[in-house]
């Protein structure tokens, strides 16, 4: 047999494993760690399934509790007798016709100076409204709730709060703002940091961020032109770009969220979350 019909056999060979492994995997593959002949397909689809869980589900996430997804090296507590993350203000108020106030408001038990101001920021930033709601002498029916999650991933300590207000019948705004610390080195960390210390690459997570904004304003458009209001997005503003990432966190099984929160800034509580 020549050396051409060798080859020629060889060639149709692979072309016929390859129709076979594909027809397998469109109409009979399911999802499995088990089936080592898709060479960890199996593990990625899965990994991007549950990705797309966490989306979704982050609403549901604030308990006011901490989670530990990999025990610290260290702590370096401040009170042994609290959580490293613990509900140091619980408020809670109501009024008919004038507020509606329930806020959970967290504090890091760390000895730290830079934890010192972390917290001092967050006691001012979330109890102020809520002593201008309580003082106000005009009638207006506001809502104010405040809670918040926190997880600890080995040496990572991130903490995630959520605040929403809602005026009269004005358009609930929700404020999202992340908190990450580096026990160890007793520092905040900046996203860049994390994908380093994650050892994940950053230009694909730049384009997955860039892919992800661009499905969300699609289908907020899509809303425009059915006659709903939707948010549209600048896809090409530098607010996207990695390194002016304001919130972001480590949380279930180590997945990184990024979270793009608009009511920050304007009245809104759309929220856009990529899960890494």
């Keep these: 047999m020549s050396n051409k019909i060798i080859i020629c056999a060889i060639i149709i060979i692979i072309c016929i494993m390859g129709i076979g492994i594909g027809i397998y995997a469109q109409f009979f593959y399911v999802n499995s760690n088990e089936d080592k002949f898709m060479l960890g397909l199996g593990e990625e689809a899965e990994k991007k399934e549950t990705r797309k869980e966490l989306e979704l589900n982050f609403e549901n996430i604030f308990q006011n509790s901490v ?24 408020f809670v108020a109501e009024k008919a016709g004038y507020y509606d106030i329930d806020i959970n408001i967290p504090k890091i038990n760390i000895n730290s100076e830079t934890i010192e101001k ?4 967050i006691t001012s930033l979330y109890t102020e409204l809520a002593k201008e709601i309580l003082l106000q002498q005009e009638q207006h029916n506001i809502i104010y709730n405040v809670d918040y999650e926190g997880y600890i991933n080995q040496n990572i300590l991130s903490l995630v709060i959520k605040a929403t207000i809602k005026q009269d019948k004005d358009v609930q705004r929700t404020i999202i703002k992340t908190y990450n610390y580096e026990i160890n080195e007793n520092k905040e960390l900046t996203l860049q940091e994390i994908i380093e210390i994650k050892n994940l690459n950053e230009n694909a997570i730049q384009n997955e961020i860039t892919q992800k904004i661009e499905e ?7 809303l425009n032109i059915l006659g709903y209001e939707g948010h549209v997005r600048d896809v090409e503003s530098e607010m996207y770009e990695i390194e002016n990432a304001e919130n972001f966190f480590l949380g279930e099984e180590g997945f990184l969220y990024i979270v793009y929160s608009y009511g920050n800034k304007e009245e809104t509580n759309l929220i856009d979350i990529i899960v890494i």
Excluded: A, F, M, R
Excluded at 118 to 121: L, Y
Excluded at 216 to 222: P, T, V
């Design 67 to 90: 989670k530990i997804v990999q025990v610290p090296d260290k702590t370096n507590k401040k009170d042994e007798t609290k959580e490293i993350i613990y509900t140091d203000t619980d």
């Design 118 to 121: 972390v917290n001092n920021n």
């Design 216 to 222: 969300y304003n699609k289908e907020n458009l899509s």
